[in-house]
């Protein structure tokens, strides 16, 4: 299985923008990119997923370099709220075309907010 | 109200004890998972069922077993507690994402498991 590299920890202030970075320079042409979140003393949630373009939501911005060994998990203006573990996973497209049965976490980044 | 939640939150057992989690959901998906989450290791997946009559084995199996009572509960039990299974665990079910055939997972709180 491909899989992900990540900084262990980060730090940004409040109200600007936080770039996650993301490495997979083994990346299959069919696994998708997700990322996931957890927040202290809860379970993970989903944030954002994309194949090749870029993807925007209500909670964060993807993109993903053209060669697709890497991406990056944009927080246009983050606040307190948004600090937590991220976590980048890639996501094989199975026969049954569910995709990821088997989600793998790593240990993702753990991102600090500084007021 | 949560739509995946976990029993009990937090446990306390002794070593040779049985115990079970339980997780309910009502989201109304077919899938369901239970994770592990230790300090540093990040999650990992325990079992997992696509439906009431399937059950999988996932990455650390070994000292678990899972039964699956309805679509909407997925119980985990452990056997014999051990020390080295204290940790935190997640229940998990998951929707098809429309257009791309992948799958979003929507985590329980999780329950925290101390095995003294």
């Known amino acids: 299985d491909a899989k992900t590299t990540q900084p262990n920890s980060m730090e940004s202030n409040e109200e600007e923008p936080v770039h996650l970075p993301c490495n997979h320079s083994?990346?299959?042409?069919?696994?998708?990119i997700h990322w996931y979140r957890q927040l202290p003393s809860q379970g993970p949630e989903y944030v954002i997923h994309g194949l090749t373009s870029n993807v925007n939501n209500r909670m964060a911005s993807l993109a993903i370099a053209e060669d697709r060994k890497s991406s990056t998990l944009i927080l246009h203006r983050a606040t307190l709220r948004d600090a937590a573990v991220y976590y980048c996973?890639?996501?094989?497209?199975?026969?049954?075309?569910?995709?990821?049965?088997?989600?793998?976490f790593g240990t993702g980044t753990r991102l600090t907010i500084i007021p | 109200d949560a739509d995946v939640t976990q029993t009990p939150r937090n446990r306390i057992t002794k070593t040779g004890k049985r115990i079970m989690l339980e997780c309910s959901q009502t989201k109304g998906h077919d899938r369901m998972y239970w994770y592990r989450q230790d300090p540093g290791l990040g999650l990992r997946l325990i079992y997992y069922s696509f439906d009431v009559k399937d059950i999988n084995k996932g990455e650390i199996s070994d000292g678990y077993s899972v039964s699956r009572q309805a679509q909407a509960k997925f119980s985990l039990s452990l056997e014999s507690a051990i020390p080295n299974q204290t940790a935190l665990y997640f229940c998990a079910t998951s929707d098809l994402i429309r257009g791309s055939g992948q799958e979003t997972q929507y985590f329980g709180p999780g329950t925290r498991l101390l095995v003294l």
């Open positions: 083994t990346i299959s042409g069919t696994d998708y």
């Open positions: 996973i890639l996501s094989p497209k199975g026969v049954t075309n569910f995709g990821n049965e088997k989600l793998t």
